[in-house]
T-cell receptor, first 114, second 114 residues
Framework: DAGVIQSPRHEVTEMGQEVTLRCKPISGHNSLFWYRQTMMRGLELLIYFNNNVPIDDSGMPEDRFSAKMPNASFSTLKIQPSEPRDSAVYFC????????????FGPGTRLLVL | GQQLNQSPQSMFIQEGEDVSMNCTSSSIFNTWLWYKQDPGEGPVLLIALYKAGELTSNGRLTAQFGITRKDSFLNISASIPSDVGIYFCAGRGISGGGADGLTFGKGTHLIIQP
């Protein structure tokens, strides 16, 4: 199994630019999660999908952040416009779902907004 | 929201020593997970616990789901250099079924001196 795939692995952009992060979950998993990791706040859940439907987006910082899951094998997290405080590592994770799920993480996208 | 307190924040130990870390919650969890994160990578699941009192081992790692359902412990016996990394606990509370997101502790940084 290829595991969760994220792209790009690294992203450096200037403040105000649009950033799009991509995730391909493990085949057959029906839940997908986006996390943000910083030194100050640790791992924070941003949003999660179940069967391609957003279930809880209460962790999304503000309207500049949006996430989509057009099909079972692809999701995007978009930041528009980006700000320096958005610099972090963004992880995507997937799971089979259900009441006893195990989440499997991708390698992360390291975002630096200058 | 749910809070997880993970301790210690960091550990400096000698190779061969045993390691203990724990997480406590202000609310009841019905699932406890322990992850390890290597530098530049995403968290990788080590052990999953689903029942109060459950004790589960994975090689030199042993984790327990506390009887009160508000805590969990991870022990590593006879530490080796490759055990270095950040260990995260994660829990899922009793908020109904479905693909609820996990709450993560802030992590325990394990550093091993040869």
């Amino acid at each position: 199994d290829a595991g969760v795939i994220q792209s790009p692995r690294h992203e450096v952009t200037e403040m105000g630019q649009e950033v799009t992060l991509r995730c391909k979950p493990i085949s057959g998993h029906n839940s997908l999660f986006w996390y943000r990791q910083t030194m100050m706040r640790g791992l924070e859940l941003l949003i999660y999908f179940n069967n391609n439907v957003p279930i809880d987006d209460s962790g999304m910082p503000e309207d500049r952040f949006s996430a989509k899951m057009p099909n079972a094998s692809f999701s995007t997290l978009k930041i528009q416009p980006s700000e320096p405080r958005d610099s972090a590592v963004y992880f995507c994770a997937s799971s089979l779902g259900g009441t006893q799920e195990t989440q499997y993480f991708g390698p992360g996208t390291r975002l630096l907004v200058l | 929201g749910q809070q997880l307190n993970q301790s210690p924040q960091s550990m400096f130990i000698q190779e061969g020593e045993d390691v203990s870390m724990n997480c406590t919650s202000s609310s009841i969890f019905n699932t406890w997970l322990w992850y390890k994160q290597d530098p530049g990578e995403g968290p990788v699941l080590l052990i999953a616990l689903y029942k109060a009192g459950e004790l589960t081992s994975n090689g030199r790692l042993t984790a327990q789901f506390g009887i009160t359902r508000k805590d969990s412990f991870l022990n590593i016996s006879a530490s080796i250099p490759s055990d270095v990394g950040i260990y995260f606990c994660a829990g899922r509370g009793i908020s109904g079924g479905g693909a609820d997101g996990l709450t993560f502790g802030k992590g325990t940084h394990l550093i091993i001196q040869p």
